[in-house]
Structures are given as structure tokens and as C-alpha cells.
């Protein structure tokens, strides 16, 4: 029963880092770019919302979306005036260049915010339900059901709208898609803006358990290794590949004593590596998007 | 405009093009030996300093400059180097013998995570050092016995040649000494066929792989040399430091020296030099830049990762050659005066590379 318990802890927090993968794999099957900022922009989102909740007063449910809504046009922006530029340019000049932007946001979050930490009140806090003996806190259960909601949003976007066929088009092939009159610049700027949108929105769900401060975005590092696990071009495999390595995480720091001190925090780190080394692949990459030497 | 006649093939690798290079780095070198009988003992240390950053610019250079690839986590290597060193010193070996064991451990580390990792490429890479990054540092406060843990470890101060470390006029020489060495060591490697191996690499991978460059073997000789030169850094950083603690060797500390060699100039070993004097007075430069704004912003923690993210950006965005670029900017502009042309150096118009198969 301790290990159910463990499990549907692991799969709310695996959610969360599901969520900031599905961000690096958008921009990443888009662009072939990884957006180093991706957990700035979550912390972001976070602080968004506690101006929007907490300070200003809005209810929940308007500051959630007022906050999706404004990340996600600060995604677009951010591509279309400053990503946009370095097209072409070798892979280290990206990272370079996202590294340096998830800095300025989080230089911006605490000179604006502050370094303190904030929370804001949401209609979970505190309330648990109990189901079988196993406790599953509402909070827990708005960030599983909130990824489910999303993803099968994305699903149905992606699959039935014009403007979701025309970016998987881009994804694809670029030059075809800028024949059949596809505006592929302003569609990256919009998959940079839904892969934003999904981190505010991760972000928000976030905020009750790690409460708000610039730390949090320290989460999209560990997202790296959902994204690695899951094949790094796959959308389910992003979620699958958080939602196991939030599972991972869990199991090791409850039975840390049989393996060795402090494993927890490194956990995702040595999946990442291992993943990396045996099987680059990914769980769920339908071709091979590793080059081998 | 100079023109430099060639006799003989083996000028091409000569280190001195022409005199004129010999006469002003000479002049360098001079000045630097004669720099402590004017400066006083505090920016004698912060020169020190410098000259440590640039050796670890170096390492870094050779593997992200000159053979493309990133790496996100080196400050393990200074960590490997500076663990090493204070432990063996700890332990009753001599400075003199310490500072080889450290580079051959450095090297071996570096080859170690070399192997298994290379073959990744890009983006892989870097996130995979990221990761071993954090790793590192987690085995840094985990595994007590050898690093003290949070409690930190002293590193002992030895008597080398007679003169202390704490002499600071000592310990510029001693650092100038291991800059001056490191820099020849890689400008030989970097001319040497190994070197013009990782230049292959770094610009096409399947064109050196077709002049018969062995991929594998040759990424993990860079990792490793890198890690080597990163860790001699790590070894003099703990005698400058004189108190190791794991969180020292964070992630920011890694992105410093991505800074470096980003700002310097990728791909020159100037660009260390620069990079280095540019990080080295970073702290100096937001310190005054904090007195010139209002107080409610100047005081507050977030301006330092803020003002070092906007200069990665700019010159990532509008000065990709670093500063080293703009000095040969403005060198060919005198040369070529009044004929230099903008459009020189202007970026070419490019398609997204795609590394899918």
C-alpha cells in the first residue's frame, strides 16, 4: 500500500516535470533548438500568478488562465525578436544564448519579486481525499488531472485545427511547408508560445507544493531528463518519461537506506546519463535521432 | 598591410609568424615578470586570479573552441583538480609532485566521462555534462572521507623553493609560470596534428571522419586534455580559495567559464586572456555599475545573474568572435585603411542545420 501511495506521489510531481519536457520537445521537434529557459519561464508563470492571485486578488480560476495568456504571448515575443536571430547558427551558439536568458529572467524574478518566498491560496490547499487507505491530496490530484486536461487539448490541437497540422507540417519539413504558403517563422513563434503557455501552466499547478521563489526553476533541469527518457521528439513519451522519472525519484528517497545517502536529488540526473549511454534513442523516438560516432 | 614571404613549409606552424609578434610578446612577458614591483599585494591577487581563469579557459577552449563540442559541467574538473590537490597535500606529498599527479588524474577523469558520453553530439552532449555536472557536485559534499564534505577542507599552504604560498608576490609568479606553460602546451598540441584533428572535427565531423580522423578516439582525447589543463586550474583555485567547499563548484561557477571563452572569442586562445580579464573584473564592473543606479535596484542580489546574462545574450547575439574578434576587427581596419570593408565580416544569411538522418 506504501508503494501505491509512493507511486501516485511520484506520478503528480512526474506530471509537473512531463509538462516542462513537453515544452523542450515542441521547440525541439519544431526548431531543433533546446530552450536552456524553459524552467525560468516556468518560475515565471509562477510568480505571474501570485501577482495575478496574491497580491492582486483575482480568483483562481481567471488568474490561472490571465497567466497561461500572458506567458505564452512573452513566448512569442521572445522568438520572434530575439531566438529568431540566431538561426543556423551551431548548436553551442543556442544554448548559449537560452542559458543566458533563463539568467536574465531570474535576475528580473528577484529584483521585481523579491528573493523571499510567496505563496497564494488556491481552492486545493490542505484538502486531502482518502480512497482505499491511500491519501491522495487535492492538489496531487489537480496537477494529474490538469496535465490530462492539457495534453488531450494538445492532442485534439494538433490533430484537428489548421494551425496545429501546419506546425507538425513545419516540425516535419520546413522548406515544404513554407511551399504549400505555410508562415513558418510566425508558426515556430507560435509553437514558442504554446511551449511556454505549457510551462506557465506548469508553473501555476507547481505552486502550492513548492511554493514560489526563483529556486523552482531548477525543475527544468530535471525536466531535461523526462525529455531524454522519452525520446526527445515524442510528446507522449515526454509525459511518460517525467511521469517515470518522477516515480524514480520518489522510490529513491524513501528507500535511500538500501541504496546510498543523498541518491534522491541525483536520481534524475543518473537516469539522464544512463539513458544517454545505453539506449540514446529514447523509450519512445520513432527513428533514430541520435547520431552515433 | 604585412606580407609574410614563405621559404620554407614549416613556417606555416611556426608560433611567431614574424618578428613583430616576437617582439611584442616578449615585451608581454617582460612586463608581466615586472608587474609585482609596482602593483601591490591586492591586484597582484586578482591578476593571479585571472591567470587561473585563463587556464581554465584554456581547458575549455580546446574542447567547446576548438573541437565543438560543449560542455556545461566543467567545473567538475576544477573540482577533480582542487579535491586532488588539497587531499595530496593533506596528505604529507610535496607540491611539486602533487601537480602532475593532479593532471594525470584530471586527464583520466576527463577520459573516463569522455568515453561513454561522446558518442552523443549537440544538444545530448551538453545536457549529459550538465547532469554529470550536478552529479559531480553532489559527490563533492557526499563522499566525506576525500573532500570534507559541507564542513569544507582546508588546503594546506606548503613551502615550495623555499617561499610560501602566502607570499602573494610568490604566488603570482607560481600562477604566471603555470599560464605561460599551459599556453605553449596548447598552442603545440593545437598545431600539432592532434590539434588540426579536433579543428576537423569541429567543422565537419563527416569530413574529418573521411580524412581517416578517428571520432571516437579523438573527442575523448579533447575531453580529456581539457579536463587535464581544467584540473591544474582547480589545484592553483584551491591554494588561491585556501578553503574548499563543494558548492563552490556549482553550476554558475561551469557557466562563468562558458562565459569566458564566449566573451574572449571562441575558438582563439586569446580569447582566454580576454574572457578571462573580463570575468576576473566582472565582480568589480557590477560593483560599480551599483553605485551609478537607484538604490532600490542597485542593492538588490538578482543584478549580478541578471547583467551576466544580458552580456552572454549580447555578445551571443551581436558579437559572436568575442572580444578577440573585435580586436581583429579593428586590426584589419587599420591595415586595410581606407579600404576596410563592413561586409567582411558580415554574418552570412543561413538555413537551420538539421542533425536528423
Excluded at chain 1, 512526474?14 to 518560475?43: H, P, R, S
Amino acid at each position: 500500500m506504501q508503494l501505491i501511495q509512493l507511486i501516485i506521489d511520484g506520478v503528480a510531481s512526474g506530471c509537473i516535470y512531463g509538462l516542462v519536457a513537453l515544452g523542450f520537445v515542441l521547440i525541439y521537434k519544431a526548431t531543433e533548438t533546446i530552450n536552456f529557459a524553459q524552467g525560468d519561464i516556468l518560475m515565471l508563470g509562477a510568480f505571474v500568478a501570485y501577482s495575478l492571485i496574491g497580491i492582486i486578488g483575482v480568483d483562481y480560476l481567471t488568474g490561472f488562465a490571465l497567466t497561461v495568456l500572458i506567458i505564452a504571448v512573452f513566448g512569442f515575443f521572445l522568438d520572434a525578436v530575439v531566438v529568431r536571430q540566431i538561426i543556423g547558427q551551431p548548436a553551442f551558439a543556442t544554448v548559449m544564448l537560452t542559458i543566458g536568458l533563463g539568467f536574465i529572467f531570474r535576475g528580473f524574478a528577484s529584483i521585481y519579486w523579491g528573493t523571499d518566498i510567496f505563496s497564494f491560496s488556491t481552492p486545493f490547499s490542505g484538502k486531502i481525499t482518502e480512497f482505499n487507505g491511500l491519501i491522495i491530496s487535492y492538489v496531487n490530484l489537480s496537477i494529474i488531472v490538469g496535465t490530462a486536461v492539457l495534453m488531450s487539448a494538445l492532442y485534439f490541437f494538433f490533430t484537428f485545427s489548421k494551425i496545429g497540422v501546419a506546425m507538425r507540417a513545419s516540425s516535419e519539413n520546413q522548406l515544404a511547408a513554407y511551399y504549400m504558403g505555410i508562415p513558418v517563422k510566425f508558426i515556430f513563434s507560435l509553437i514558442w508560445s504554446i511551449s511556454a503557455g505549457v510551462a506557465a501552466v506548469a508553473g501555476v499547478l507547481l505552486a502550492p507544493i513548492t511554493l514560489v521563489d526563483t529556486s523552482i526553476s531548477l525543475i527544468g533541469l530535471k525536466a531535461f531528463a523526462a525529455a531524454v527518457l522519452g525520446g526527445f521528439g515524442s510528446i507522449p513519451g515526454a509525459i511518460v518519461g517525467g511521469i517515470i522519472i518522477g516515480i524514480v525519484e520518489q522510490l529513491c528517497g524513501t528507500y535511500e537506506n538500501y541504496l546510498f545517502e543523498g541518491v534522491r536529488e541525483i536520481s534524475a540526473y543518473l537516469v539522464l546519463i544512463l539513458t544517454l549511454i545505453i539506449y540514446p534513442r529514447g523509450l519512445f523516438s520513432d527513428k533514430a535521432e541520435v547520431k552515433k560516432v | 598591410m604585412r606580407f609574410i614571404f614563405k621559404t620554407k613549409y614549416s613556417q606555416d606552424i611556426n608560433i611567431a609568424k614574424h618578428n613583430g609578434d616576437r617582439f611584442w610578446y616578449s615585451l608581454l612577458i617582460l612586463i608581466m615578470v615586472a608587474l609585482p614591483l609596482v602593483l601591490d599585494d591586492f591586484y597582484l591577487g586578482e591578476i593571479s586570479y585571472i591567470c587561473i581563469l585563463s587556464i581554465a579557459g584554456i581547458g575549455l577552449m580546446i574542447l567547446s573552441g576548438y573541437t565543438g563540442l560543449a560542455s556545461l559541467g566543467h567545473a567538475a574538473f576544477l573540482g577533480v583538480g582542487a579535491y586532488t590537490h588539497a587531499f595530496l597535500l593533506t596528505n604529507g606529498i610535496p607540491f611539486y609532485a602533487s601537480i602532475p599527479i593532479v593532471i594525470i588524474v584530471s586527464f583520466l577523469v576527463g577520459a573516463a566521462i569522455g568515453i561513454p558520453i561522446l558518442r552523443l553530439t549537440g544538444m545530448y552532449l551538453a545536457i549529459a555534462t550538465l547532469a554529470l555536472g550536478f552529479i559531480a557536485e553532489h559527490v563533492f559534499i557526499k563522499w566525506e572521507h576525500f573532500t570534507g564534505g559541507n564542513r569544507g577542507l582546508p588546503v594546506p599552504q606548503p613551502e615550495f623553493l623555499g617561499m610560501s604560498f602566502y607570499d602573494s608576490v610568490f604566488f603570482y609568479y607560481v600562477c604566471l609560470v603555470f599560464l605561460i606553460a599551459a599556453m605553449f602546451a596548447a598552442i603545440n598540441i593545437l598545431r600539432s596534428p592532434t590539434g588540426r584533428a579536433f579543428v576537423a572535427i569541429r567543422d565537419s565531423e563527416i569530413a574529418a571522419q573521411s580524412l581517416g580522423v578517428n571520432l571516437g578516439l579523438y573527442k575523448a582525447l579533447s575531453f580529456a586534455i581539457s579536463g587535464a589543463f581544467t584540473g591544474l586550474a582547480g589545484a592553483l583555485l584551491a591554494h588561491y580559495i585556501g578553503y574548499l567547499a563543494p558548492d563552490i563548484f556549482n553550476i554558475f561557477l561551469s557557466l562563468t567559464l562558458l562565459l569566458l571563452i564566449v566573451v574572449g572569442g571562441m575558438g582563439s586562445l586569446h580569447g582566454t586572456v580576454f574572457g578571462a580579464i573580463f570575468v576576473g573584473f566582472l565582480p568589480q564592473l557590477i560593483a560599480i555599475c551599483r553605485d551609478y543606479l537607484p538604490s532600490s535596484i542597485g542593492s538588490q542580489p538578482g543584478l549580478e545573474p541578471m547583467l551576466f546574462g544580458l552580456i552572454l545574450v549580447f555578445f551571443i547575439l551581436y558579437e559572436p568572435l568575442g572580444i578577440y574578434g573585435r580586436w581583429m576587427k579593428i586590426k584589419l581596419f587599420f591595415e586595410l585603411f581606407p579600404t576596410y570593408k563592413r561586409q567582411t565580416f558580415k554574418k552570412q544569411k543561413v538555413f537551420t542545420k538539421s542533425d536528423r538522418v
